[in-house]
């Protein structure tokens, strides 16, 4: 049977139309999305605030949950405001304080010819009490993984969408970079600049400036980027969007991972392998400590998603 082992707290998932037992499986194994990836789906949290459980920026991870699934050709067969009520239900019945929140829109049974012309569109929800992402240690400072190969090119796909088949590549360099005994992987992209983590963003701090990327170098333009970006404005720290060479990056005095999952995950250490003419090359980023404006801005959004900053309230949506 199906246990929730790793799916702390959940007892009941939703799926076409109603709740099941968390150790209910009833998906054909026919179904088109097990088979090619035919999936979009959306990470989100809900953090305890005193007004009980927020969803962090629900309605922009629910317009890009849209936009995936309008990439894909599918045609949701619920709205945004019904899907909203959905994932509050699934708090709800779950008893949950905080959580990650997992909605799915997949191909299902029908056919299985590669065009998924016989199969339904279906939802799925999920929500459990999920921690650290990169493990308790993240706080600490994680190490990475710089990889020789390169990120999927925003030339092949349109990035921001979150499509299962494409996080194929995720799974196999994050399973790479923990053979390689580092916490995350790290890729460049095909212009050999830093892209992003299998599912997090970057950024650097160098010279008192704050630093990431965008789409242009083939990243997923996060919701926590986007957050974090706003946030450092406002603490007056001076923001940046531009490439990151690796250099930049190695250089760096302090660097972080951004994303719904890993929240922010100091980058203390390295292990670039990028180049598969040189051996594989150990350094630190700054002291090899998390720096000083990371733990700023990590404890600032910290506060901002368990609502204790008032002008970050407009991005929660309480349960209750
Ligand atoms: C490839 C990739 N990049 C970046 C992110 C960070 O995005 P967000 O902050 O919206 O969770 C994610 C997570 O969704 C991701 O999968």
Known sequence: MFTNKDFPKAKEYWFMGKFHDWSEAIIHPMTHALHYGNSVF????????????????????????????????????YSIKEITEIIKSVIKKNNLEAAYIRPLLFYSYGNLGLIPKACPVELLVGAWEWGAY????????????ILPWRRV???????SAKLGGIYVQSTICGLIAREKGCDEALFL???????????????IYKDGILKTNDRSESVLEGITRTSLLEIAEDLGIKTRIEPITKQDFLEADEAFFSGTAAEIAPITRVKDASDKNVPEKDSVIGSGKPGELTIKILETYADCVRGKIKKYEKWLTYVY
């Open 42 to 77: 959306e990470g989100i949290r809900a953090y305890k605030t005193a007004k009980g459980p927020a969803v962090f920026r629900l309605k922009e991870h629910l317009e890009r949950f849209m936009h995936s699934a309008s990439t894909l050709k599918m045609k949701s067969p």
């Open 134 to 145: 990169l493990g308790e240690n993240a706080l600490t400072g994680v190490k990475v993984y």
């Open 153 to 159: 090119h925003h030339s092949q796909y349109d990035m």
């Open 189 to 203: 992209n095909l212009e050999k600049n830093v892209a992003e983590g299998p599912g997090e963003n970057i950024f």
